[in-house]
Each structure stands twice: as structure tokens, then as C-alpha cells.
């Protein structure tokens, strides 16, 4: 794996050529294309259904693409030569839905995966998972079960899981849309924290003032394709595209 992949300094992390996706008749992706190169955090906005969440479930390869290639580092991800738990290692995912271990308190969470997958030794995965978890405000929760945490909390704990892996990427999948009111400040904090500390990062939202205001790059999707794409000011302030005005002019309350 070291010696196929493309590790320039300005080589794109991830380039994702011509992707498309389909369940059965219905075609959820047609012809995507991008690249994400180090220190960007692009924000994927778009209305429910626009196909935000499947294109990240297939850079991922939790959907295998229908068609086109997605590139990491170089080396198409899907001809089998990076291990796919390597690879998912690198480009990790933080779900809506949290997908902690129930049957694990909040330190296991976070070291477990560690050690199956990267090999560390128990006592190195756990200083690193305390090294993340005190990054997210979670330290105090290491003996916790998921049941017993509201619904940030557990956020932020796979949150701290996915940087203890020491990924590439992280992959964010509308992280705040199953929280409570009161609960999304506390994770687009953690988030917030994480772009300006360089992390590379795709955000599905629906949280416009983290696109406006924390991202590089806004990717517009509707009905399967980039409708549009541009810095925040590019795309917030003078969108080429109706779709893009009408979409936002809900969300923002523009005219």
C-alpha cells in the first residue's frame, strides 16, 4: 500500500471521477466529479434526497458506485489493492446516527477499533483515545455507555473514535441532524475546532452558518448532480445557478 500510493504534498487526498450511483431505476448520482486536497473542509449542502449522503456512503464504499472511479491518494479504491479497513481507517466517517457499541463504555468505543484494526497496544490506544476524547470535552465520560449520554455527547464521542484512528479525512454525514436543539452548538464547536486545526473535512449540513462561515469550498447537489460549486462567498452571496437561489433563499430567508 505505501509504495502504490500518491503521497505529494499537492496531490489531492481524494479525487472522485465521474461517480455514479443507482438503485435499480432510480439514479441517485449522475456524474461526479471533485477533488479534496489537505486542510480543506467543504461543506455538501442540498435538499433531502439531492444524493449528499449516498455520494459520502459511496466514497466510503458503505455503497459500492454504479459507475465512475473514486481515487485515494492516486490509486483507485475499488480494484482491492488498499485493504478496505486500511482504507476506511484514512477516510473515516462520523454518522447522523452515532453507531457507537452499545455494549461498550465510552473508552472501549474508541480503543477497541484502534487495536482490531491498526494493531496498537492497548496502552497505546487508550492515550490516544483520552488524547481526543479530552479534545471533544468527553474525558469525563470514559466509563459511560452510550445509553447513558445525551445525544451530543455520543457525537462527540465518535467523533473522538474517528480522530483516534488518525484519518486523512473525515467523512461527516449531517452529524447534527439527530440532536436536540441545545446539542448542535457543542458538536459544530468541536467541528469549528477541527477545520481551523487543519483537519481535512466533507460535511453533508444542513447547518448554513458552518457552510457560510467554516468551510473553503460549498458543493451544491440537487437531483443527483453539482448543481454548483464555489468558495462560501461565491455561493451564498452570488449563486449562478436558480436552484442554488432557491435552495438557499429557503434556508436563509433571501430573496
Do not use: W
Amino acid at each position: 500500500m505505501e509504495q502504490q500510493v500518491n503521497t505529494q504534498p499537492d496531490a489531492p487526498i481524494l479525487e472522485l471521477s465521474h461517480l455514479g450511483k443507482k438503485f435499480g431505476d432510480n439514479v441517485v448520482l449522475r456524474d461526479i466529479s471533485f477533488t479534496v486536497r489537505a486542510g480543506e473542509v467543504i461543506s455538501v449542502i442540498g435538499s433531502s434526497g439531492s444524493g449528499k449522503s449516498t455520494m459520502l456512503r459511496c466514497i466510503n464504499l458503505l455503497e459500492t458506485p454504479t459507475l465512475g472511479n473514486i481515487y485515494y491518494r492516486g490509486q483507485d479504491i475499488q480494484t482491492g489493492n488498499i485493504p478496505l479497513t486500511a482504507y476506511r481507517a484514512k477516510v473515516g466517517m462520523v454518522f447522523q446516527q452515532f453507531n457507537l457499541f452499545g455494549n461498550m463504555n465510552v473508552l472501549a468505543n474508541c480503543v477497541r477499533p484502534q487495536q482490531i484494526v491498526l494493531g496498537r497496544t492497548r496502552e497505546d490506544a487508550t492515550d490516544r483515545a483520552m488524547e481526543y476524547l479530552e479534545k471533544v470535552g468527553m474525558a469525563a465520560y470514559i466509563n459511560a455507555r452510550p445509553a447513558q449520554l445525551s445525544g451530543g455527547q455520543k457525537q462527540r464521542v465518535a467523533i473522538a473514535r474517528t480522530l483516534a484512528m488518525n484519518p486523512d479525512v473525515i467523512l461527516f454525514d449531517e452529524p447534527t441532524s439527530a440532536l436536540d436543539p441545545e446539542m448542535v452548538g457543542g458538536v459544530l464547536d468541536v467541528m469549528r475546532d477541527l477545520a481551523e486545526s487543519g483537519m481535512t473535512m466533507i460535511v453533508v449540513t444542513h447547518e448554513m452558518a458552518f457552510a457560510r462561515d467554516v468551510s473553503n469550498r460549498v458543493i451544491f447537489m440537487d437531483g443527483g448532480v453539482i448543481a454548483e460549486e464555489g468558495t462560501p462567498t461565491e455561493v451564498f452571496q452570488n449563486p449562478r445557478e436558480a436552484r442554488t437561489r432557491e435552495f438557499l433563499s429557503r434556508f436563509l430567508g433571501n430573496n
